[in-house]
């Protein structure tokens, strides 16, 4: 499967997905600490105190990366590891944390991309009321001065936030997600003042760095109606304004789609003038995390919204179900999902720029005689990387795909149960070993020159 030549092949991850050393080295608490050590947060009581222990093991895990041939590595930045109260002093390790880290990339032959937001907010802020309050945008911003001032002479890939649908929807609405607010009617205030805290963020990052390329990284999947009903129908171009163009109108058209601002008041969120000219700043790239394929049915119980999309619970085994291959998030392995994301992303929105930013499966994997026959993960990535393929063929504009993840990790309210990396960690004795997803990749990326 050959790809353009500058295409790049790369892995992603994030602070509290990896890091763990929680409270090491004058690291602040976040309020995933917070919420993983509120019992009955998280599956088994999962932590990430430790998970994949990369903060003391990076420079193993970076020679892995090189084993693989990596291209570049996307990673966040812990906000709380370098401002532990959020604003203010600066944690001097933990700044030199991440010199090391980048030096250890750029070393490796890496390219290392920065995410400066993966959901692990201060506590301190979120103390203050977190992205209910306006002033997040502005405490972002200033985050990401410190950031791009201490970091902007050697890291020139850039995003803002990941997934800022994900955190209103499931930190402050749904409850499962940290700060674990179940306060739907705040859900449209928290997704304008994360927009607005990434249009500053571009901003800062271009006035540090006019060299850089910033982008952010939208949660965007493939929308189908669960049946050819009017009804169902209408709840899927509902869907397609809330999940999508919620987030990619404001920054292509610099305005959000009508249903997000007539809401009623209790939904409503408030917006200021210029803050739409802000959040529009122009961007060199969108960053695309996708997984599987949204099949949505109208439904008079989502107050507010008129629909709901059809998802299986987690599992402990990947399944199959008429036929179709399921994995143990009960996510449907759908290969089209990147060639459609990538398509409505050029018929919609002129074809930006984009890197698949996520894109992988968990399934239950297992150690065998040191190897791990993963066969499943092989074939997802060899189908949805296909699915990319013809999206080139047909003039989409993506310029790299970067798998998720590089090692087993914290999933979220899911713990260590579900492993999505391409290579397998054991988290007792943390051991790695390479799966043979992994070493697919590997071979895949070396065909390329
Ligand atoms: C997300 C996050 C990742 C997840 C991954 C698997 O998309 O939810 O960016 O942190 O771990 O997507 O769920």
Excluded at 366 to 380: L, Q
């Amino acid at each position: 499967m050959k790809f353009p030549q500058d295409f790049i092949f790369g892995a992603a991850a994030s602070a509290y997905q990896i890091e763990g050393a929680w409270n090491m080295d004058g690291k602040g608490e976040s309020i995933w600490d917070r919420f993983a050590h509120t019992s009955g947060k998280i599956r088994h009581g999962d932590t990430g105190d430790t998970a994949c222990d990369f903060y003391h093991r990076y420079k193993d895990d970076i020679a892995l990366m090189k084993e693989l041939g990596l291209h570049a590595y996307r990673f966040s930045i812990s906000w709380p590891r370098v401002l532990p109260e959020g604003r203010g002093a600066i944690n001097p390790k933990g700044l030199d944390f991440y010199k090391r880290l980048v030096d250890e990339l750029l070393e490796a032959g890496i390219n290392p991309c920065v995410n400066l937001y993966h959901w692990d907010l201060p506590q301190a802020l979120q103390d203050q009321g977190g992205w209910l309050n306006r002033d997040c945008a502005a405490w972002f911003a200033e985050f990401t001065s410190i950031i791009a001032d201490h970091l902007g002479d050697r890291v020139f890939d850039w995003m803002t936030l990941n997934e800022p649908l994900m955190a209103a929807a499931l930190g402050y609405a749904l409850g499962i997600h940290a700060p674990g607010y179940r306060k739907p009617w705040s859900m449209f205030r928290v997704i304008h003042h994360l927009m607005l805290g990434h249009g500053l963020a571009v901003n800062r990052i271009r006035s540090e760095n006019p060299d850089a390329k910033v982008g952010i990284a939208l949660d965007l999947r493939p929308i189908h109606p669960l049946s050819n009903s009017e009804k169902d129908k209408l709840a899927a171009e509902k869907a397609d304004i809330f999940m999508r163009r919620t987030f990619l109108d404001p920054i292509f058209q610099g305005r959000y789609p009508e249903t997000f601002t007539t809401r009623n008041r209790l939904f409503r969120p408030r917006i200021k003038d210029g803050d739409m000219e802000i959040i529009a700043a122009p961007l060199d790239f969108v960053g695309v995390n996708t997984y599987t394929v949204d099949r949505v049915r109208y439904s008079p119980w989502a107050i507010g919204m008129g629909f709901e999309t059809q998802m299986d619970p987690a599992a402990e085994e990947e399944y199959t179900r008429n036929g179709v291959q399921y994995t143990t998030m009960g996510w449907e392995v759908y290969p089209q999902v990147l060639y459609e994301i990538l398509m409505y992303l050029k018929h919609e929105y002129g074809n930006p720029a984009v890197f698949v930013t996520e894109n992988g499966a968990a399934f239950s994997d297992k150690v065998v005689e040191s190897r791990v026959h993963d066969e499943k993960r092989t074939h997802y990535l060899q189908t949805h990387l296909a699915g990319v393929k013809k999206a080139l063929e047909e003039g989409s504009n993506c310029k790299g795909y970067f798998a998720w993840t590089l090692v087993d990790n914290f999933e979220w309210a899911e713990g260590y149960s579900k492993r999505f990396g391409l290579v397998y960690v054991d988290h007792k004795t943390q051991q790695r070993t390479i799966k043979d997803s992994g070493l697919w990749y590997k071979k895949l990326i070396a065909s390329q020159k």
